[in-house]
């Protein structure tokens, strides 16, 4: 753009020489300004191209400058997502897109697609196209794309991937490859994992930018000029998806003290009073800036939590300020101008600079001494658990929807809703309880719409088109084992549906009234089961609706990616011959053995508390589990209260809550257990399954009781004789494990100010110890996400419930006290799963259990109506009883990752590779599958490979290269596999995962269920 005078006045329409024979002096300095507005911005960008192509033009020799507007949008925090959307954010993008169309220079980055697809849906088609037009000229940038942003901590990979993929895809469809993010964007989560970098990688992500990383390490950082670098962020992949580049914002994600310009600032606008001083103001901090990073492109962020709802207010100021930076006369040359965080790591990328290594994560986060983040991996232990389950309840209707064909579009719902949670303030217990109960809503409503899809897909897999005169019904409320179905009936039929690519035995348990009864597996032929007491804390459970205190238990034998179905009849008239009651002991003179063909627990006679473990090589081990509790922090003085996001105890020594405990011996046929009662508000059993290598924990904790205001924080704890060396290990997203050391930091000192939270890491799916010297492995495995550490030598503890006092003054503005049902305090039911093997079979062990945990099979219930004179009908109902969506299990190392329908013949496939490189000599081998004749209802003749997210072909993606100092890996091409339709065969490497857009050919077999409408009208 020229910027004479005649030029402009010409463009505003009013140059003419009669003008000043009209106007008054006023009206003079009124064109003025406009011609300013006008022509104090950065160069024109001339192009319509979009991506790489649309960034601004550099300046040689200049500090160049890239300003990046944005507004982060927390997808529910202090209000719901509702209420943000109709309060703030539907203003926000208007505002935005208005002020794009004023100036085509100024640029604009969003990121969370939730909120986007919502305003984009009320808008007119006019208003779309100019949207459009704002993409296609790169004015309008989406980073990150998921459909939030979500937590990285304490999320499973398998909710990470589905939440990106959900918000990648409808982009791409709404806008093409103009919209396709290049960039990771992760301004504000609490920390960050190795794994979800690794995942952006395989998604083709060119790099990822951080707002938060722990005070100390950013000072080091800072002084040391590594702020940005490369990420190893895998230790098993090879090539240049193991790596990814990434930076640290210099201000986390907000703009620089003095220069926010949004109307909830206090900073002044820039006028042409102020604006050669805010000009100099502006370079002193972008000199001091420029001490910390390698090149001569600098990023500065201007935009925080729900900015931008009057956007013409940032950007008439930041025109100005560029106006004036740009014009300084002064030394050391700055060149301002709108940016993108593509454009600046596109700048980056030119820079010709080799950069260092990174292959730590960055857990924990301290912004600050005494203020470790390290809380909200337990905080609303509740919702933590719900939300995983949902995830695993998504898996198995997606799966069921494609296997029986079975179209129904209302799935969206619950893949939002499980989408939803991932993000940073959702799962992580960060919101207000109003939007945790909001979250929860959304979740039973999604949970609601799949239970339909799936009631329709087993009827589709188990009656074909005949008609059938009964309905699936599900038990909500087993987690407090109450289930109107088993206890108000004398006759069900248990389906059981298995998600996993591969056969499981899996003890299921229902509450019944009866005390004798029969059940059936699929040939009609009676199984054994057991009938055990319900523990009192469980019969109690506040808003239990149930009278019953028994459980009928049985073991199910499932096959992969299918279901079993179980006839249970209740037996009313005839006395046993065999009991099946399980035997009720108390305390006794001598220490008790439970135990089963492969593992033996002993329980010391006097405390009731576990005191030895004995494997089947009689390998023995002391180890002791028990409750303790820290106080946390009130937050007086320089101390942080501990809070939703803080874990800040005020001693580093936990209170041990076993010094009353109460219990009593279960033993039976299936199961042997230790009931224990601690307190009249903690209580747990200790299970031993017959045939299994694990204990289960099974704990019940609440309202935990704070009538002398002490906030707790509550940890079960197993204590063993085991040499660990401080060292133990977690998960990281549930994928690769990372090596933990006790009071200790990779890549810097670190200042130890608090040794009970600063050594707290998040663990999703595992936490473990090793004995090299013995040969032995402790895993302990929770049923969510939690807070661990092995504090000391053989240790390990878990954080399972938190009850505080005091906020810990993050935003949140209340304390974490939930209320629960009764108002009383919430009480929280939950599992921990011990496997104590030797190393060189425990890795297999541990990732096999916690996917048979994570991927619980779902329960229905088919009620038909029976009739009382036909004593044979149940054994005799003719349906599909038993089906598998696969011709063949899996092998071992593989997962079915995803399994879902996108049209009539076309599927979503997803498989991996669950096992690290050099962990054992044959589970990380290289492993080929035959997709040929692998699914059952259909068969597969098309296959092509797309990226993790689903947004690209793999043939058509490519990424930067990157270059490291002595390291050539990241400028290695990834081949790419040529798959034939003739020999469908897919190699998996350690870890990897494959995405597949799979075109079936429909097959489902006629099931000779031709009796069924008869038998059951």
């Known amino acids: 753009m020229s910027c004479s005078w005649r030029t402009t006045f010409n463009k505003i329409g009013i140059y003419s020489t009669r003008m000043w024979h009209y106007r008054q002096l006023a009206v003079l300095f009124y064109i003025i300004q406009i011609m300013f507005d006008i022509c104090t911005t950065a160069p024109s960008l001339q192009n319509t191209t979009c991506g790489y192509q649309s960034c601004p033009e550099e300046k040689p020799g200049h500090i160049n400058v890239h300003v990046v507007c944005h507004t982060h949008n927390d997808v529910g925090w202090l209000q719901t997502i509702d209420q943000y959307y109709r309060l703030s954010v539907k203003r926000i993008i208007s505002s935005v897109v208005e002020s794009l169309q004023k100036n085509p220079n100024r640029r604009f980055t969003y990121v969370e697609t939730a909120f986007f697809w919502r305003w984009w849906e009320h808008q007119t088609p006019e208003l779309q196209e100019i949207v459009r037009s704002l993409v296609n000229s ?22 990470i991937i589905d939440q990106i993929t959900l918000g990648l895809r409808w982009l791409n469809d709404t806008f093409g490859q103009c919209a396709l993010p290049k960039v990771g964007w992760q301004i504000d989560s609490f920390g960050h994992s190795r794994e979800h970098a690794s995942l952006l990688s395989q998604m083709f992500f060119d790099g990822l930018f951080l707002g938060r990383i722990d005070y100390q390490d950013i000072k080091k950082r800072r002084a040391a000029k590594t702020m940005e670098f490369l990420w190893k962020v895998s230790q098993s992949l090879e090539g240049a998806r193991s790596y990814l580049f990434t930076g640290i914002l210099p201000n986390v994600y907000w703009p620089p003290k003095g220069f926010c310009f949004d109307v909830k600032c206090a900073d002044p606008p820039i006028t042409d009073l102020n604006g050669k001083m805010k000009a100099y103001q502006f370079k002193d901090t972008i000199m001091s800036q420029a001490t910390h990073y390698k090149t001569n492109h600098l990023v500065v962020t201007m935009g925080m939590d729900f900015y931008y709802e009057v956007a013409e207010r940032w950007y008439k100021s930041l025109d100005r300020l ?48 005494h203020s470790y983040w390290t809380g909200y991996y337990t905080s609303r232990p509740s919702l933590k658990l719900y939300a995983r389950e949902a995830n695993t309840f998504l898996q198995a209707c997606k799966q069921l929807s494609a296997l029986s064909g079975v179209q129904n579009h209302d799935i969206i719902f619950l893949k939002r809703a499980v989408a939803v949670q991932q993000h940073h303030d959702a799962i992580t217990g960060t919101e207000q309880e109003h939007v945790a109960k909001d979250y929860t809503k959304q979740l039973y409503f999604g949970i609601s719409k799949c239970q339909e899809i799936i009631e329709e897909s087993l009827k589709t897999l188990q009656f074909g088109n005949a008609s059938v005169d009964g309905s699936y019904e599900y038990c909500e409320n087993l987690n407090e084992s109450s289930c109107h179905v088993t206890e108000y009936n004398e006759k069900v039929i248990a389906v059981i549906y298995n998600p996993l690519g591969k056969a499981v035995k899996h003890y299921v348990r229902f509450p019944v009234y009866g005390q004798m009864y029969q059940v059936f597996n699929e040939k009609g032929t009676s199984i054994q089961y057991q009938i055990t007491p319900i523990p009192l804390s469980v019969q109690n459970l506040p808003g239990r609706n149930s009278n019953t205190w028994r459980e009928l238990l049985f073991q199910t034998e499932l096959p992969p990616l299918g279901f079993n179905t179980y006839p249970i009849r209740e037996i009313r008239d005839y006395m046993p011959v065999v009991d099946h009651s399980s035997g009720i002991f108390s305390q006794t003179e001598h220490d008790i053995t439970l135990g089963n063909e492969l593992l033996q627990v002993i329980i010391d006679k006097n405390s009731g508390l576990l005191k030895a473990m004995v494997l089947e090589n009689e390998t023995l081990i002391n180890i002791r589990q028990s409750f303790y509790w820290y106080e946390g922090q009130p937050g007086f003085g320089r101390e942080k209260a501990s809070g939703a996001y803080i874990f800040n105890p005020i001693s580093n020594r936990a209170l041990d809550l076993s010094g009353n405990t109460t219990f009593r011996i279960v033993k039976g046929d299936i199961v042997e257990e230790l009931q224990q009662t601690f307190t009249p508000w903690l209580s747990q059993v200790i299970r031993i399954y017959k045939g299994m290598k694990h204990l289960e924990f099974e704990w019940v904790v609440g309202p935990i009781p704070v009538g002398d205001w002490r906030g707790k924080e509550i940890v079960s704890r197993f204590e063993t004789d085991l040499e660990s060396n401080g060292t133990f290990y977690t998960d990281s997203n549930g994928r690769e494990t990372m090596q933990r050391i006790r009071n200790f930091r990779p890549t810097w000192s670190l200042n130890v100010s608090e040794p009970v939270s600063g050594n707290y890491y998040p663990v999703t799916t595992w936490i473990y110890i090793k004995d090299q010297s013995r040969n032995l492995q402790l895993t302990v495995l929770p049923d969510r996400a939690e807070g661990a550490s092995s504090l000391y030598d053989g240790v390990l503890e878990l954080m399972v419930h938190r009850r505080l006092l005091y906020d810990d ?51 229905t219930f088919f009620q038909v109506n029976f009739t009382d004179d036909d004593v044979e009908e149940l054994e005799t109902l003719v349906f599909q009883r038993k089906f598998s969506g696969l011709q063949y299990e899996l092998p071992p190392n593989i997962h079915l990752l995803t399994l879902e329908r996108l049209e009539k013949n076309k599927l979503l496939l997803r498989l991996e590779h669950f096992h690290e490189k050099d962990v054992t000599s044959e589970l990380s081998q290289a492993v080929n599958v035959s997709l040929v004749d692998l699914f059952q209802p259909f068969q597969i003749i098309e296959l092509r490979e797309m990226v993790l997210s689903a947004n690209q072909y793999l043939d058509e993606a490519n990424r930067m290269r990157w270059s490291v100092a002595n390291d050539s890996d990241t400028r290695h091409e990834e081949p790419i596999e040529s798959l034939e339709p003739a020999n469908l065969t897919v190699t998996l490497l350690p870890m990897e995962i494959r995405t597949f857009l799979a075109t079936i050919s429909v097959n489902l077999p006629d099931m000779e269920i031709t009796s069924v409408k008869n038998k059951l009208s």
């Open 138 to 159: 790169g004015q309008l940038e989406f980073a990150g794309g998921g459909w939030t942003m979500n937590d990285e901590a304490i999320t499973h990979y398998s909710g």
């Open 322 to 369: 560029m106006y004036y930076v740009n014009n300084m006369d002064s030394g050391g040359k700055v060149n301002m101008f709108y940016s993108t965080p593509a454009c600046y790591l596109k700048s980056l990328n030119q820079a010709n600079v080799q950069w260092s290594v990174t292959t730590e994560d960055f857990f924990p986060y301290a912004d600050r001494v």
């Open 809 to 859: 003054v993050y935003g949140v503005s209340e304390p974490l006290n939930e209320r629960g049902i009764d108002g009383k305090g919430l009480v929280v039911r939950g599992k921990h799963y011990l496997l104590l093997r030797p190393i060189d079979s425990a890795v297999f062990e541990m990732k096999d259990l916690a996917q048979r945990v994570l991927m619980k099979p779902v329960i």
